[in-house]
């Protein structure tokens, strides 16, 4: 089945420094990415909507300049996180649809553990 | 907002059926309804999704009312490595946004 990859699993940074976390669809074009952050025990919040080739769309009190998202191909999203900060410590997670039609189910990453220290 | 309610968790038997309610009272008549589960610090596996029919797969089994303002998802034996959150969502039209609700914590009792 169709199959998304994150990269990286895990990662620890120093305050400060900015993170980039890869999200690839591996068998499948996507034109629509979506990324997500998720404290312990909580749902999934959206951050962004990605389009290819064009500006992600930011949710309401996500900072763009602080969460720079690049989709420049149909099979590649990063989202770089800059300046990182204790409070940037979350589960990131990535997903990706197959096609423009309802009927299509939405794939997700496995996830990206960002601990900022 | 999310458009979907589910119950905080539920346990089950192993063994047993478990069977997981979903209410999406605003739901439109395009609009699928979905379900994913998520297992400790990994990313939400597909499991089922439909539009109006009920359908089965391997995995699961999904009962949508005839008014489709709710859904089951059935787990029909259900065993230890079913213990996730689950969660139900509506696909809105292609390029809109895809909120998560809360979920359910199914836990699975031996």
């Known amino acids: 089945g169709a199959v998304v990859s994150q990269h990286p699993s895990r990662v620890i940074c120093k305050s400060g420094t900015s993170v980039k976390i890869e999200c690839r669809s591996l068998?499948?074009?996507?034109?629509?990415m979506f990324w997500y952050r998720q404290f312990p025990k909580q749902s999934l919040m959206l951050m962004a909507t990605?389009?290819?080739?064009?500006?992600?769309?930011?949710e309401q009190g996500v900072e763009k300049d602080k969460f720079l998202i690049n989709h420049a191909s149909l099979t590649l999203s990063t989202l770089t996180v800059t300046s990182a900060h204790p409070e940037d410590s979350s589960f990131y997670i990535c997903?990706?649809?197959?096609?423009?039609?309802?009927?299509?189910?939405?794939?997700f990453g496995n996830g990206t553990r960002l601990t900022v220290t | 907002d999310a458009k979907t309610t589910q119950p905080p968790s539920m346990d089950c038997a192993e063994g047993r059926a478990a069977n997981l309610p979903c209410n999406h009272s605003t739901i439109s008549g395009n609009e699928y309804v979905y379900w994913y589960r998520q297992i400790h610090s990994q990313g939400p596996q597909y499991i089922i999704h439909g539009l109006k029919n009920n359908e089965t797969n391997e995995m699961a089994s999904l009962i949508i009312t005839e008014d489709r303002k709710s859904s089951t998802l059935i787990l029909p034996h259900a065993t230890l490595r079913d213990t996730a959150v689950y969660y139900c969502?509506?696909?809105?039209?292609?390029?809109?946004?895809?909120?998560f609700g809360k979920g359910t914590r199914l836990h699975i009792l031996p």
């Open positions: 997903s990706a649809s197959s096609g423009q039609i309802q009927n299509s189910p939405l794939h």
């Open positions: 990605s389009n290819e080739g064009s500006k992600a769309t930011y």
């Open positions: 969502i509506v696909r809105p039209p292609p390029g809109d946004k895809i909120i």
């Open positions: 068998d499948f074009q996507a034109t629509t």
